[in-house]
Structure formats: C-alpha cells, structure tokens
C-alpha cells in the first residue's frame, strides 16, 4: 500500500492549490484521512480532516480557506486551499487509515509535498 501526495508548488499570496492524496496497492478504501503540514522550523500541525463518515474538521487557522474532500473511486483525497498566506508555506503530509484486502485498517503516511506562498 501506498499514498502519494502530490500537488504541491509557489503559488502568489491569495492563490489556490489543491493537493492530492492517492492510494494505491491492496486495498479495499480509505477511511479516515487526516492533511498536516510542517512549517520550516517548526512542529507538523494538523490542517484538516476527514472521516470515514466524511465529517471534516479543519484547523482555526485554515477555516473558510480550506476544503478536504474526498473520490472514494479514485481512491484519492483532495485539500483545495484557497486565500493561501505566507503562513500556510510548509511541507503537507497527509495520513490514512486504509481498509486493505486482508480487511485490516492500517495506518500509512504520503511523502510530504511542499507548498511555498510567496510573492
């Protein structure tokens, strides 16, 4: 099983980007999947998340701004951001808890993909 974030770039203070989470390999669905990012020099903070029920939560700081969403087909989660800031620069990972064909649920991580907003 894999996840493949991907989707990151420079973007201009007030653009958008939507990143993406695909999984791949031996699996059934994607439960619950969680987008943090971690700004240079400081802690991996949780952005926004989604359940299995597709209940989000989202970050004080990215309320209004960002969206998570998921394509249960594609097996792919997206976070659209819009209205980015300087402070949203960092690198997003996101996480899953997957149902794998052994009909286990398990934990795996994407490799981060880094968002810098800059003019």
């Known amino acids: 099983v894999q996840l493949q974030a991907s989707g990151g770039g420079l973007v201009q203070p007030g653009g958008s980007l939507r990143l993406s989470c695909a999984a791949s390999?031996?699996?059934?669905?994607?439960?619950?999947v969680r987008w943090f990012r971690q700004p240079p020099g400081k802690q991996r903070e949780l952005v926004a998340a989604?359940?299995?029920?597709?209940?989000?939560d989202y970050a004080n700081s990215v309320k209004g701004r960002f969206t998570i969403s998921r394509d249960n087909a594609k097996k792919t989660v997206y976070l659209q951001m819009n209205s980015l800031k300087p402070d949203d620069t960092a690198v997003y990972y996101c996480?899953?808890?997957?149902?794998?064909?052994?009909?286990?649920?398990?934990?795996?991580w994407g490799q981060g993909t880094l968002v810098t907003v800059s003019s």
């Open positions: 989604v359940t299995g029920g597709d209940i989000t």
């Open positions: 996480n899953a808890v997957i149902l794998t064909d052994r009909r286990t649920f398990q934990g795996y």
């Open positions: 390999g031996s699996i059934v669905s994607i439960d619950a």
